[in-house]
């Protein structure tokens, strides 16, 4: 195989609708199709490489004129993916460097979004990378050091059906949540169908006894199974300290309870129980301060936004240095990023909590055969590569899907305007809600 051109003759971005559950979260509740990006190279020598990122406008924006750019580089350039990055100029207007920008994902800053972008064609290169070698994508991050990695069920409070008139689909099978005897009914059908035994709630959606009372349901369900509970900040600082102080003994970690880092400090410093962030520590910028004032202990990395695979290690060596845990954030996602976190995950030693995904929610996806967790753990392929394979018919019916989409309503992620179709007076809460 090798010895045939790694340079790439051709870059191929469909960006798609992909079906997603009426999931609640603080800011309102997820759209019935939510936008990614589906990234393939193609090299000199006949080899496809896939990647995924974010899929909403303003990464398309920027993934369009990067990959022009990528033509005629090699695969094997992945460092100059961030020096070719750092050429693609970003709308101003994008730009924002409050932690609540995005609502749950932390600052907007003009790296974070190039990283986005590169992250996908980070993942596609190396996933033709290894396909020409002959080698799976965890050998090209240094080999892996377990066979299988594990996630955790992602409880949601749900609804049971997105509102009349709005999906083509059928019901998802999934039913409402809205209670804790919902919310233990839906662990146990994620403990059924994929064997998960560690459960994060998202929660900042009611108010947080109620919330508190579903950990506790789910504590007396699951005696002894880690548990996290997720707000994204909706929390004022005592009412952290009120939640960590009544189920901290239950919890595994608390994750993002207050906004920003001075508050997650505050918390970190009256609580007993580890908290985790995927919103005040997005990017390296932001380590020196929440490390220095211990303001997180696990931080949740997502390889799409901190630029890929590479990166991702080198987030997990700088938090081994600095005595905090490193495991991993989640948002909507198809296979092809499922295989991504996996590969990188298999090659991290010290992943000490299971990682988050999306993925079982998501009843479509672009590959040929989906991926199964058993017992909680998605197995680590040694195929070259990512090891999956694009379905091209299904490919084309979400990016139709995309297409048809002329009034733009869906493919900028809004779960506050989602949420607007019920609630005609909602707005996204400020934070803290509570
Ligand atoms: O999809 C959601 O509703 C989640 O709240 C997601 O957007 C978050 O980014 C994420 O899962 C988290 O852990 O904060
Ligand atoms: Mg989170």
Redesign the pocket.
């Given at each position: 195989m090798y010895g045939q051109s790694l340079v790439i003759s051709e870059v191929r971005l469909t960006p798609v609708l992909v079906a997603d559950p009426p999931?609640l979260?603080t800011q309102g509740v997820?759209q019935p199709y939510t936008p990614r990006l589906i990234i393939e190279v193609v090299t000199e020598g006949g080899v496809t490489g896939v990647g995924e990122t974010y899929g909403d406008g303003k990464y398309l924006e920027l993934a369009r004129p990067f990959a022009a750019g990528l033509v005629g580089r090699a695969v094997s350039d992945l460092n100059g993916l961030f020096t070719l990055a750092d050429d693609v100029a970003v709308n101003a207007a994008r730009v924002d460097a409050a932690v609540d920008v995005g609502?749950?994902?932390g600052v907007q800053t003009a790296d974070k979004l190039r990283l986005s972008v590169v992250s996908g064609f980070e993942v596609a290169c190396l996933d033709a990378l290894g396909k020409a070698l002959g080698l799976p994508v965890h050998a090209l991050l240094g080999g892996k050091v377990r066979d299988a990695v594990e996630y955790s069920a992602?409880l949601?409070y749900k609804r049971a059906e997105h509102p009349a008139g709005t999906v083509s689909e059928p019901d998802d099978g999934w039913g409402a949540a809205l209670d804790p005897a919902g919310i233990v009914a839906q662990a146990r059908l994620f403990t059924e169908r994929h064997g998960f035994t560690s459960f994060k709630l998202?929660g900042g959606v009611f108010p947080p006894d109620e919330e508190i009372a579903a950990v506790r349901a789910l504590a007396e369900a699951f005696p002894g199974a880690p548990l996290r509970l997720?707000p994204?900040g909706a929390w004022s600082v005592e009412t952290s300290l009120k939640v960590a102080g009544e189920i901290g003994d239950v919890l595994e970690y608390l994750?993002?309870p207050a906004l920003g880092t001075p508050a997650m400090a505050e918390v970190a410093a009256g609580a007993s129980v580890p908290l985790a962030t995927?919103?005040c520590v997005t990017t390296f910028e932001e380590i020196p301060e929440a490390f220095a004032g211990d303001a997180v202990q696990v931080v949740?990395s997502d390889h799409h936004y901190w630029g890929g695979l590479r990166r991702t290690r080198e987030l997990a060596a700088v938090c081994r240095t600095f005595g905090v845990a490193v495991s991993m954030?989640?948002?909507?996602h198809l296979g092809i990023s499922l295989a991504a976190m996996t590969h990188v995950a298999a090659t991290v030693p010290d992943l000490r909590h299971a990682c988050?995904s999306?993925y079982p929610w998501q009843s479509e996806d672009v590959l040929t055969e989906r991926t199964r967790f058993v017992d909680g753990r998605v197995a680590v392929t040694d195929t070259p590569g990512l090891g999956v394979e694009l379905d091209r018919d299904k490919l084309a019916a979400l990016h139709a899907r995309w297409l048809d989409d002329g009034f733009r309503a869906l493919r900028e992620r809004d779960?506050a305007a989602a949420m607007r179709v019920t609630d005609p007076r909602w707005v996204a809460p400020a934070a803290p809600r509570w």
């Amino acid at each position: 195989m090798y010895g045939q051109s790694l340079v790439i003759s051709e870059v191929r971005l469909t960006p798609v609708l992909v079906a997603d559950p009426p999931l609640l979260n603080t800011q309102g509740v997820h759209q019935p199709y939510t936008p990614r990006l589906i990234i393939e190279v193609v090299t000199e020598g006949g080899v496809t490489g896939v990647g995924e990122t974010y899929g909403d406008g303003k990464y398309l924006e920027l993934a369009r004129p990067f990959a022009a750019g990528l033509v005629g580089r090699a695969v094997s350039d992945l460092n100059g993916l961030f020096t070719l990055a750092d050429d693609v100029a970003v709308n101003a207007a994008r730009v924002d460097a409050a932690v609540d920008v995005g609502g749950l994902r932390g600052v907007q800053t003009a790296d974070k979004l190039r990283l986005s972008v590169v992250s996908g064609f980070e993942v596609a290169c190396l996933d033709a990378l290894g396909k020409a070698l002959g080698l799976p994508v965890h050998a090209l991050l240094g080999g892996k050091v377990r066979d299988a990695v594990e996630y955790s069920a992602y409880l949601f409070y749900k609804r049971a059906e997105h509102p009349a008139g709005t999906v083509s689909e059928p019901d998802d099978g999934w039913g409402a949540a809205l209670d804790p005897a919902g919310i233990v009914a839906q662990a146990r059908l994620f403990t059924e169908r994929h064997g998960f035994t560690s459960f994060k709630l998202k929660g900042g959606v009611f108010p947080p006894d109620e919330e508190i009372a579903a950990v506790r349901a789910l504590a007396e369900a699951f005696p002894g199974a880690p548990l996290r509970l997720d707000p994204n900040g909706a929390w004022s600082v005592e009412t952290s300290l009120k939640v960590a102080g009544e189920i901290g003994d239950v919890l595994e970690y608390l994750e993002d309870p207050a906004l920003g880092t001075p508050a997650m400090a505050e918390v970190a410093a009256g609580a007993s129980v580890p908290l985790a962030t995927n919103m005040c520590v997005t990017t390296f910028e932001e380590i020196p301060e929440a490390f220095a004032g211990d303001a997180v202990q696990v931080v949740l990395s997502d390889h799409h936004y901190w630029g890929g695979l590479r990166r991702t290690r080198e987030l997990a060596a700088v938090c081994r240095t600095f005595g905090v845990a490193v495991s991993m954030h989640s948002n909507t996602h198809l296979g092809i990023s499922l295989a991504a976190m996996t590969h990188v995950a298999a090659t991290v030693p010290d992943l000490r909590h299971a990682c988050d995904s999306h993925y079982p929610w998501q009843s479509e996806d672009v590959l040929t055969e989906r991926t199964r967790f058993v017992d909680g753990r998605v197995a680590v392929t040694d195929t070259p590569g990512l090891g999956v394979e694009l379905d091209r018919d299904k490919l084309a019916a979400l990016h139709a899907r995309w297409l048809d989409d002329g009034f733009r309503a869906l493919r900028e992620r809004d779960d506050a305007a989602a949420m607007r179709v019920t609630d005609p007076r909602w707005v996204a809460p400020a934070a803290p809600r509570w």
